[in-house]
């Protein structure tokens, strides 16, 4: 049910991001030209229609990837499947940079609002209501698109984009898991609201849809839950990660790199306590990072 590099294909690369398309989406053309053809008279407009539909969804997606880049994250496979695209970002975990990654995926969509209505307002003047009805009804169509995408994508339902900048703006309040646990319930609640919807109206879409988003809501709340026990954990001072600043928790949560024997990093100077092999790099715990062991410590940071 997530997507996943799983039956799609490379389809080009940009940028350094794959941009791979899952095949369901022929499918969903297929059904989605032929809904569009009858407004208009030559149905070339309406196989344009849906290309247009593809290419706002690839910049909505190219937005988030960028934006990641650009705050030092990871961001190099993008996936096109029938419910979306979904950009494939991993943000430093700060919140002001997960929410830059987040917000720039909408903000594609704010930006292209004033290009079709210059579109509009230009084809209007030109007349071409009258003598080109294909190519307006074409240009309002994309409006409406790009609008409705935009919409849809800013519902707080977590993880729809809306629900993720909700979660990182709480995160700057009430920290990483806290926030990540209130996104994800209301997000359950949402989602909850869409079954219904899926149900009165029988739409089989909307259901799959509704699915899509309980599911990825209980992952969140585990998700939330697991980073909360980490949190609790007593902590080491002395030593804060160089990536988001935490100590590290006290306990055996590290495993030798040669052994692979559960011990803590942050005593006895590194070494395992079974094969004595020193440990360059010690994970967070917090953040996933994985910097040098000597990174960790600020007195030797200073010296
Ligand atoms: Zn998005
Ligand atoms: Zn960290
Ligand atoms: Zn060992």
């Known amino acids: 049910m997530t997507p996943t590099r799983q039956g799609s294909f490379r389809l080009f690369h940009l940028w350094g991001i794959d941009v791979h398309l899952h095949w369901s989406w022929f499918l969903l053309a297929f059904y989605s030209i032929s809904e569009r053809i009858p407004k208009y008279a030559n149905p070339v407009w309406g196989a344009l229609e849906?290309?247009?539909?593809?290419?706002?969804?690839?910049?909505?997606?190219?937005?988030?990837?960028?934006?990641?880049?650009?705050?030092?994250?990871?961001?190099?496979?993008?996936?096109?499947?029938?419910?979306?695209?979904?950009?494939?970002?991993?943000?430093?975990?700060?919140?002001?940079?997960?929410?830059?990654s987040i917000?720039?995926?909408?903000?594609?969509?704010?930006?292209?609002?004033?290009?079709?209505?210059?579109?509009?307002?230009?084809?209007?003047?030109?007349?071409?209501e009258t003598t080109y009805p294909d190519v307006e009804i074409f240009i309002w169509m994309v409006g409406a698109m790009n609008i409705f995408l935009l919409c849809f994508n800013l519902l707080p339902i977590y993880p729809l984009d809306g629900g993720q900048i909700l979660r990182s703006a709480l995160w700057f309040a009430v920290g990483k898991a806290r926030s990540l646990i209130i996104a994800s319930v209301v997000g359950f609640v949402g989602g909850l609201a869409f079954a219904a919807f899926a149900l009165i109206r029988a739409d089989m879409w909307l259901g799959i849809?509704?699915?899509?988003?309980?599911?990825?809501?209980?992952?969140?709340?585990?998700?939330?839950?697991?980073?909360?026990?980490?949190?609790?954990l007593p902590r080491r001072s002395g030593f804060a990660c160089p990536v988001c600043h935490a100590s590290p928790p006290v306990g055996p949560f590290w495993r030798c790199q040669n052994c692979g024997q559960p011990f803590d990093l942050f005593e006895g100077g590194s070494f395992c306590p079974k094969c004595g092999t020193h440990q360059a790099v010690a994970p967070c715990p917090d953040c996933g990072a994985a910097p040098a062991i000597a990174a960790w410590d600020p007195a030797a940071r200073r010296g």
């Open 209 to 232: 849809l509704a699915a899509f988003l309980l599911m990825h809501c209980w992952r969140g709340f585990q998700e939330a839950r697991f980073l909360r026990r980490v949190e609790q």
């Open 50 to 100: 849906y290309f247009a539909l593809f290419l706002i969804v690839l910049m909505h997606e190219f937005g988030h990837s960028l934006a990641c880049r650009s705050v030092g994250g990871e961001a190099n496979q993008i996936v096109l499947w029938p419910l979306g695209g979904v950009a494939y970002v991993n943000p430093p975990p700060r919140p002001g940079a997960t929410l830059w």
């Open 103 to 128: 917000a720039a995926g909408p903000l594609v969509n704010v930006a292209l609002v004033p290009v079709t209505l210059v579109a509009l307002f230009l084809s209007r003047r030109a007349g071409w």
